[in-house]
């Protein structure tokens, strides 16, 4: 009897302790839509103020994991002005529901990656240092686990096998780490060409220990240069490297390997539509390739100025198991939207190239120089490992806000879990 009393109290007790140790959640700020051209459920995660210039709510870009590793937490960003201060990184749920502010840029960087397998430990850094966050304790707990040569600021994050991490720094170099902060090793961008600096890295999903490093010779300049070295960290080895791509002729513009993204040892990248003067010089194309450079074959091409001559950018989310990818398109400034590619996701088979229209970001008439909306307002759609969600952004009210797109009916429900 007392044995049985005692197991009584004990529940009681966690019963009444579980809530209040379940991070709280606040679903007030999420304003619901439903997709024009899909009927999806749409639901708008941030409400920035339209009156403050270049104000933007918005995610980690097209290529960084938005969701953690069981997909009950994603991070945003929300960016007040230009002051670091007023940049604030936000924890939400896998639906967008708000849970708390985890801090500011004047603090950490915003540019973060979740843990490959502990859903509650996100990486970030400061100048010169590796942070190791538990987002389930408040305030967050930070801890330093690896210290950056020469105080070098980390560009990018990303996990490259459960117990390594890939950096990249803008001392040109990209560093792998374990996450302990053990057994560095250095990969400088002039190995891959000489005058190269570093513009970002990848980690390559469903391929243990690879990643992929993007770099430029004269940045910014009539004689740009890119390339992608891919390699095996497992060995150190450089597996290939793709370029050099050029801005030059119309040939080269069609040739660029625009905003590309490694997955299961492949890449995916498109070589788009060049037009001079109303005439189609090139065609869009659709390529997967493999990272060490074999079997690089067209997945999709199409010649219809009526469907693609309008498209301004691209970009991909690869995922690992899916077998098909995101493809986020970005209209050039003044059209309208008249059902085209121009502006919509679109999932591309990825044996077979066929295409199949997800939604759409109607951004059409944003300048990016804008002081309504900016860079941010690009779609940079992010795809979850599920297939299930898309998480982009767009200036559809006035102000470039952060979005979820749901691609199936039951979004009410995920969200509130």
Not at 325 to 351: C, E, H, M, W
């Amino acid at each position: 009897m007392k044995a049985f009393t005692i197991f009584t109290l004990v529940l009681t007790l966690l019963v009444l302790l579980l809530p209040a140790l379940a991070p709280a959640q606040d679903c007030s700020n999420l304003v619901w839509s439903t997709d024009p051209l899909t009927g999806f459920n749409v639901a708008r995660l941030t409400s920035m103020p339209a009156s403050v210039p270049n104000a933007a709510g918005h995610n980690l870009g097209y290529y960084r994991d938005v969701w953690n590793a069981d997909e009950s937490y994603m991070i945003i960003v929300k960016q007040y002005s230009q002051a670091d201060a007023d940049t604030q990184v936000w924890l939400m749920t896998g639906g967008g529901c708000q849970i708390k502010q985890l801090w500011t840029l004047a603090q950490y960087s915003w540019v973060v990656a979740w843990d490959m397998t502990d859903p509650a430990i996100v990486w970030t850094s400061a100048p010169g240092t590796l942070y190791k966050v538990n987002v389930n304790t408040t305030p967050p707990t930070f801890t330093p686990v690896y210290t950056v040569p020469n105080g070098a600021i980390v560009m990018d994050i990303f996990p490259i096998s459960p117990t390594r991490l890939a950096l990249a720094t803008y001392d040109n170099q990209a560093i792998t780490v374990n996450t302990d902060g053990t057994n560095p090793r250095f990969y400088p961008t002039s190995g891959v060409a000489e005058g190269a600096v570093m513009d970002r890295i990848f980690a390559v999903p469903g391929s243990s220990n690879q990643f992929a490093m993007l770099v430029k010779v004269n940045p910014d300049t009539p004689q740009e240069t890119r390339y992608d070295a891919t390699y095996d960290d497992s060995t150190s080895t450089l597996l290939h490297t793709f370029g050099p791509f050029h801005w030059g002729t119309p040939l080269e513009q069609h040739n660029t390997w625009d905003h590309e993204y490694f997955a299961n040892g492949q890449a995916v990248y498109v070589n788009p539509m060049v037009i001079n003067a109303g005439v189609m010089l090139y065609p869009i194309e659709m390529h997967i390739v493999n990272v060490d450079g074999t079997n690089d074959r067209m997945l999709y091409t199409s010649s219809s100025l009526t469907d693609w001559q309008n498209a301004r950018s691209v970009h991909h989310w690869f995922g690992n198991t899916l077998g098909w990818y995101l493809l986020s398109l970005n209209p050039v400034i003044g059209s309208t939207y008249d059902g085209r590619y121009r502006d919509q996701f679109l999932k591309v088979d990825a044996a077979t190239g066929s295409l199949t229209a997800l939604g759409r970001n109607p951004t059409e008439t944003i300048s990016l120089q804008s002081d309504i909306c900016g860079f941010w307002s690009l779609s940079l759609g992010n795809l979850n490992r599920r297939g299930d969600r898309i998480n982009f952004n767009s200036c559809r009210s006035g102000a470039t806000d952060n979005y979820i797109l749901f691609l199936r009916g039951d979004a009410v429900r995920d969200t509130l879990r």
